[in-house]
Structures are given as structure tokens and as C-alpha cells.
């Protein structure tokens, strides 16, 4: 999965901080978390496709609170 954060989403200018937590049946997770432009979710959406499938993916989106600041 890491290989594909450096092939897929650092080219794209993407560079998620990463965390494992305790998972699901006591095993751990990868837990990548990022911000991107609307330009980067297409490099993002083809990631979640490419470890998607090889590995079980959940993903939350939440956006940013307050607006965007390019904007104010």
C-alpha cells in the first residue's frame, strides 16, 4: 500500500500522514489521512481503486470546515 501512496498520490502532490490503530478481528490498520484540491481526487479515487483491489478499503470524506480559504 505504501508503494502506491509513493506511485499514485505524491506525484499528484498528495502526502496523506499515516497512522496504524488497532483493527478490526485483532489485526491493525493503515490509516492514511489527507486533504486535497478538487484537481487531486481524481488521483485519489484511482488509489482507492488500485489498493482496493488487493485490500479491504474504507473511506470517509469530510469537508472542510469554515469554506474553502482560497475563496475568503
Known sequence: VLEMVSHTLQP???????????????GRELVLN??????????????????GADHPVRWELRPRRGGDPERT
Open 12 to 26: 499528484a502532490g498528495l502526502h496523506p500522514m499515516q497512522s496504524m490503530t488497532p483493527g478490526r478481528s485483532g
Open 34 to 51: 489527507l486533504q486535497c484540491t478538487p484537481p487531486q481526487r481524481r488521483y485519489l479515487v484511482q488509489f482507492v481503486h488500485q489498493v
